[in-house]
């Protein structure tokens, strides 16, 4: 296991920081199938894009009208990296908010959904349920959460420090039924977990899970 040190939280931020636009070029499709499906599932438009990665969630702001949803979504980007931020407000035209998924400062029931791809990856695993407590707090009755993971392959939790030809970033790899039961220990519903195949490595299963604030 590698401990997350403050001082590795900070290389996966400047990562973030120095390699945006690049990242954004290597990722430039939505995961648009899985969007609207988190659509659907809304009571009202407030999104939170949490780990925005550079706007990808500006696609929300379609979907109300085109999926007759009778509503137009409100998409709020957040991320840690100040450069995430600032490509979310410039490609994805999106309002957005430097901030630290290990500290929301959100008020309660402030959301309908919160949408996170990949970003809860970041974050050890004693901190998980914190940000998955404070996710709760911050959605409305009946809220939705998504989540896109990269699970471990065992059946137990791993973590590393990957390096690419691109540069270093912290992973923790959670098996898909130990996040399924603390979502549920957390006052989740988990409405749907599906696994989507392995990655371009042929290491990891990437995991999709939909549930609601009870």
């Not at 509503?71 to 450069?83: E, G, R």
């Not at 490609?91 to 970003?119: H, I, R, T, Y």
């Not at 420090?161 to 039924?177: A, D, Q, V």
Request: glycine residues 8%.
């Amino acid at each position: 296991m590698v401990e997350r040190t403050p001082e590795i939280k900070q290389v996966t931020i400047d990562f973030y920081n120095r390699f945006c636009y690049q990242y954004w070029e290597r990722h430039p499709n939505a995961p648009v199938k899985s969007m609207e499906k988190f659509a659907k599932m809304l009571r009202g438009p407030n999104i939170l894009d949490l780990g925005c990665g550079g706007g990808h969630s500006a696609v929300f702001k379609m979907m109300g009208i085109k999926l007759g949803l009778g509503m137009h979504l409100n998409p709020i980007a957040a991320d840690i990296s100040p450069i995430m931020c600032l490509a979310a407000k410039q490609k994805g035209g999106l309002p957005a908010v430097v901030m630290d998924q290990e500290n929301l400062c959100f008020k309660p029931n402030s959301f309908d959904g919160a949408w996170l791809s990949k970003s809860l990856l970041h974050s050890p695993s004693e901190v998980v349920p914190g940000i998955l407590a404070d996710l709760r707090l911050i959605l409305k009755p009946r809220g939705v959460l998504f989540l896109g993971m990269q699970a471990s392959i065992g059946q137990y939790i791993e973590t590393e420090l990957k390096t690419t030809e691109i540069g270093t970033r912290y992973y923790c790899y959670w098996p898909t039924y130990r996040l399924h039961g603390l979502l549920e220990t957390l006052g989740f519903a988990v409405e749907e977990l599906s696994i989507h195949g392995k990655d371009s490595l042929n290491k990891r299963n990437y995991f999709e899970i939909f549930a609601v604030k009870e």
